[in-house]
């Protein structure tokens, strides 16, 4: 999970800090996801799946596609 979210972060041109105000947590928190240290809470890969635009199955790696699932009416 931990590449994904630096992939993520590095493609849309977003520093460390700026991840963690998307997801509302602190800049050390955000890091230790990203250094593999930490899981991050449901809560919180649904909020970057939402902002990138990608399924919460691509950021956790059971996919390499990135496409959200569709939006149930």
Do not use: G, W
Request: glycine share 0%.
């Amino acid at each position: 999970m931990n590449t994904r979210l630096r992939d993520l972060r590095e493609d849309h041109d977003l520093t460390q800090k700026q991840c963690a105000e998307i997801a509302y947590i602190s800049k050390n928190s955000y890091i230790r996801y990203e250094n593999d240290e930490r899981i991050p809470p449901l809560d919180t890969i649904i909020k970057f799946a939402k902002y990138y635009n990608v399924s919460i199955d691509y950021i956790a790696k059971l996919t390499d596609e990135k496409k959200p699932y569709p939006k149930n009416n």
